[in-house]
C-alpha cells in the first residue's frame, strides 16, 4: 500500500506526518485535505512511500494511519527544485519547513486553510448540430462552434435561446481558471548603442563564470546592461528574472523590459491582488513567458530553465524578509543560479560592503563602470543647518530656496525627500513637556494632517488628534519635526504656483497609487515631487535637475552598527536622481552633522574612499563582514519573564564557548516586552549548528522566539 509523508499548514510543526493514500493519486507538492485531531487541515506532500504491511507498519510508529480526506491540486504545484529549494532554506534560516513553503507561494496555492479559492469563469463549448432550431438559435451556436464563449457573452444577446440550446445538448458549460490579460504591444523598442564603458562592463559580465558584482555609479546605463544580457540569454531559449527591490521601483523597470520584450514579460509585486498573483505564477509555470520582472517573492518563480538572475539595488534592505522566514532575496539568487547553471549580476552605486568585500576577495567577479551615459556626476552642496536655524530656517535653508527658485523658472522639475512621512512626528504638552506616545509601543506617536489623527508607525494604530495630557491633563499642545506631509504644506507656501505631488506610505495604500503619481510626475505634471527614501533610487527623470535631501544625516543618530552605510546608499542614491539627462544636476544635502565623512564621500559620490573608512571601523568592533550574527529576540506581556528568559538563554550560548553580545532591552512592540541575545562568530555554520540544538530543547514555548540569522538592523 501507499503511505504519503506531510508537512501540516501549522507553521509550529517542523515534521511530517504519514496518511494512507492509497484511495487517491497523491504526488509529492501536492497539497491535500487531512484530518488532524479534531481538526481538518491542509498539508503538503513531502513524499510517498510503498509498504508491504500496514500492521507492521502500524505496530512499529505506535499509531493507526489515517486516510488522506482529499487531494486539493490535479497536478504537483512544486517541482523537486523547489521542494529541496525549501528545506534548505528552512536550515539556513532556523525556520519550519512549511513556512518556508507558505513563503515561496503565492497566497491562492499556499498550502493553509485560508487561502482563497481560484478564479474561474464559465465558458459554453459546442457539443453538436441539433435540427429544428431558430434563427437567434444559430447565431447563438456559431459563436462557439470555433472555440469556447464566455457565458456572460452568450447571454447577453438572447437568454431564452442560450437556454434552450442548453436543454437541447447542442452546448455545455465548462469551468476555467482566469487566464493573466496580456498587453498588446506593436512597436518594440530597439537595443540602444552602448558607450565604450557600458560595452566593457557587458563584455565583461559574458565572459565571467563568477557571480558578477556590477558597481556602477547613478546614471551609468547599468538597466540598458541588464536588457542586453536578458536580450542574449532569451535568444538562447532561456528564462530571466530580474528583481528589483521595492514596488515603487517596478513601474518604470517594467516599462522598459516591455518595451524591450512585450507580451514575453511577466511581473510579480505586492502591489498585486491575490488572482493577479496567481495569474502571473502560472505563466511562469506553464513557460508561457521569458521573462519575469519582480520584487522579493518572485525570486521563488517556478522556473523550469532559466539562464539569468539579476538583483538591481543588490544592496537594499528590502531584498531581507522581516518575518518568518528571515531569508535574504540574494542568498536564495546564489542558490538557484546554482542549480541552474544560471548567471547571476548583482548591480549597485553602493554595494553592500558584504558584496563588495566579496569581490575584492575574488569570490565575486567585480565589474566597474565610472561615467555617466550623459554628462558628469551632480554638484553637490552640505548645508550646516544648525547655522540655518540661526536665521529661522529650520525647514527649507536658503540654499535651497534658491535653488528651487532657480530650477522653477528654468522650466526644470525638483525631488525633495525627507525619509519621515506624516506632518510631524512629535506631538509635546505645552505645561509639562510630555511628549505623546503609542500605549501600545515605544515610540511617539505622528501627527497626520490629511486624516487629522496621531499614528503610531510600528502597530498602525490611530488616536485622536485632540488628547488631554495623561500627565497634567492640559488640552495644550505643540507639534514638533517635520513629515512629508508638512514639507509639501511649507513648499507650496514658499511656491505657491509650483505643482507638488507628494510620494510615502500614506499616499501609496491604495492599488496603483504609485504608479499614478510616479507617472504623473514623469509627464511632467508636476514640478516637484516631495517623497519619501522610496522615491531616493532607481528612477529615472531626465527633466529632474535638483534633488534637495532634508534632514540627511537623520539615521545616524540609530544605534545600530549598520547606520552609516544606509545613510550612504541613501544620499548617494537620492543625489542620483538629478541631472540624469543633458541638463547639469544639483545636490543640495542639509544635515546638522554637517563634518561627518558619510556627507563627504557620498557628495562627491565616492564609494570607495567611504568603504575604506567605513571597514576600519567594522573591523574594531568586529561587525559583519568581518564576523557573522545571529539575533535571538524574545518577547513577552510580562517583563520579567522575558528578562529572566533572555539571561537564560546568554548563559546556555556562553556555556559553549560562544560570544554573546546583550542581553539587550529592545523598544517595546504591540504590547510586548523584547530582549536580544546577539550572537558572534566568525564560523557561521558552527553556530547556526548551536542554534538549531538549542531551539530543538527549548523548553519555554510561552515566551515567542524570533531567530534571525545575518540580521540586518539591530536597533
Not at 500496514?54 to 487531494?71: D, P
Not at 522556473?303 to 543588490?314: A, K, R
Request: net charge neutral; hydrophobic share 40%.
Amino acid at each position: 500500500m501507499r503511505i504519503a509523508h506531510v508537512w501540516m499548514e501549522h507553521a509550529r510543526l517542523n515534521q511530517t506526518f504519514t496518511y494512507d493514500c492509497r484511495s487517491f493519486d497523491v504526488q509529492a507538492g501536492m497539497r491535500v485535505s487531512v484530518g488532524f485531531g479534531n481538526q481538518t487541515l491542509v498539508a503538503f506532500v513531502d513524499h510517498v512511500e510503498v509498504i508491504q504491511d500496514r500492521f507492521a507498519y502500524e505496530q512499529e510508529c505506535g499509531y493507526q494511519l489515517k486516510s488522506i480526506l482529499n487531494v486539493i491540486d490535479v497536478e504537483p504545484i512544486f517541482n523537486s527544485e523547489l521542494m529541496d529549494l525549501g528545506k534548505w532554506m528552512a536550515y539556513q534560516t532556523l525556520s519550519t519547513v512549511i513556512s518556508c513553503y507558505q513563503a515561496m507561494l503565492p497566497n491562492k496555492l499556499k498550502p493553509k486553510s485560508s487561502s482563497g479559492n481560484i478564479k474561474k469563469d464559465i465558458f459554453v463549448h459546442f457539443v453538436k448540430d441539433v435540427e429544428g432550431l431558430t434563427k437567434k438559435q444559430i447565431e447563438l451556436l456559431d459563436m462557439c462552434r470555433n472555440g469556447d464563449v464566455l457565458r456572460k457573452d452568450m447571454r447577453s444577446v438572447s437568454i431564452s435561446a442560450f437556454k434552450n440550446l442548453l436543454l437541447s445538448g447542442a452546448i455545455c458549460l465548462v469551468e476555467k481558471e482566469v487566464e493573466a490579460k496580456v498587453g498588446v504591444f506593436e512597436q518594440l523598442e530597439k537595443p540602444l548603442a552602448l558607450t565604450a564603458y557600458q560595452q566593457k562592463a557587458f563584455d565583461e559580465v559574458c565572459a565571467s563564470d563568477a557571480i558578477c558584482l556590477l558597481h556602477g555609479i547613478t546614471g551609468s546605463g547599468k538597466t540598458e546592461i541588464y536588457l542586453q544580457l536578458a536580450d542574449k540569454v532569451i535568444r538562447n531559449h532561456e528564462q530571466v528574472l530580474i528583481l528589483v527591490p521595492e514596488i515603487s521601483l517596478t513601474p518604470q523597470m517594467v516599462k522598459r523590459v516591455q518595451r524591450r520584450f512585450g507580451h514575453q514579460v511577466a511581473i510579480y509585486h505586492s502591489g498585486l491582488n491575490d488572482q493577479e498573483k496567481y495569474e502571473q505564477y502560472q505563466r511562469v509555470r506553464k513557460n508561457e513567458v521569458s521573462i519575469v520582472v519582480g520584487t522579493r517573492s518572485s525570486i521563488f518563480m517556478p522556473f523550469s530553465n532559466l539562464g539569468l538572475i539579476i538583483v538591481d539595488e543588490e544592496h537594499d534592505a528590502s531584498y531581507k524578509q522581516d518575518s518568518v522566514p528571515r531569508y535574504h532575496c540574494r542568498d536564495i539568487a546564489i542558490e538557484r543560479a546554482k542549480y541552474h547553471g544560471a548567471k547571476l549580476v548583482l548591480g549597485s552605486a553602493t554595494p553592500s560592503l558584504e558584496s563588495y568585500a566579496r569581490a575584492l576577495k575574488g569570490v565575486y567577479h567585480l565589474v566597474s563602470l565610472t561615467r555617466r551615459v550623459y554628462g558628469d556626476l551632480p554638484t553637490c552642496e552640505i548645508v550646516d543647518m544648525s547655522k540655518e536655524m540661526r536665521k529661522g530656517n529650520d525647514i527649507i535653508s536658503s540654499t535651497l530656496y534658491q535653488s528651487l527658485k532657480e530650477c522653477l523658472a528654468n522650466g526644470k522639475q525638483a525631488i525633495l525627500l525627507l525619509n519621515r512621512r506624516g506632518y510631524t512626528p512629535i506631538l509635546r504638552c505645552t505645561e509639562c513637556a510630555h511628549v505623546m506616545k503609542c500605549p501600545h509601543c515605544d515610540v511617539a506617536l505622528s501627527y497626520h494632517k490629511d486624516d487629522h489623527v496621531l499614528k503610531c508607525h510600528i502597530c498602525g494604530e490611530s488616536f485622536s488628534a485632540n488628547p488631554i495630557c495623561p500627565s497634567c491633563h492640559s488640552k495644550s499642545w505643540r507639534f514638533l519635526g517635520v513629515g512629508t506631509q508638512r514639507l509639501e504644506e511649507e513648499v507650496q507656501r514658499l511656491f505657491p504656483q509650483a505643482r507638488i505631488l507628494r510620494m510615502d506610505a500614506d499616499v501609496s495604500r491604495k492599488k496603483g497609487a504609485h504608479e499614478k503619481v510616479l507617472s504623473a510626475f514623469e509627464r511632467q505634471e508636476a514640478d516637484i515631487l516631495v517623497g519619501t527614501q522610496m522615491i531616493s533610487k532607481g528612477l529615472d527623470y531626465p527633466n529632474v535637475t535638483l534633488v534637495g535631501i532634508l534632514q540627511a544625516d537623520a539615521l545616524l543618530s540609530h544605534s545600530d552598527y549598520r547606520c552609516v552605510e544606509i545613510t550612504f546608499d541613501y544620499l548617494v542614491q537620492a543625489s542620483g536622481r538629478s541631472g540624469r539627462g543633458t541638463d547639469e544636476g544639483k545636490v543640495i544635502l542639509q544635515a546638522y552633522d554637517a563634518s561627518h565623512y558619510v556627507m563627504h564621500t557620498a557628495s562627491k559620490q565616492d564609494y570607495v574612499a567611504f568603504f575604506r573608512q567605513e571597514m576600519q571601523y567594522r573591523h574594531l568592533g568586529q561587525y559583519p563582514p568581518y564576523s557573522y550574527f545571529v539575533s535571538i529576540v524574545v518577547s513577552s506581556l510580562e517583563q520579567n519573564v522575558v528578562s529572566q528568559e533572555a539571561f537564560e538563554i546568554k548563559s546556555w550560548f556562553v556555556d559553549k564557548g560562544i560570544s554573546v553580545l546583550g542581553p539587550s532591552e529592545l523598544l517595546k512592540k504591540q504590547d510586548l516586552y523584547r530582549y536580544r541575545v546577539l550572537l558572534r562568530s566568525k564560523n557561521l555554520e558552527d553556530m547556526r549548528q548551536w542554534v538549531h540544538m538549542w531551539y530543538a530543547s527549548y523548553p519555554n514555548r510561552k515566551v515567542k522566539v524570533a531567530i534571525d540569522v545575518n540580521p540586518l538592523f539591530l536597533d
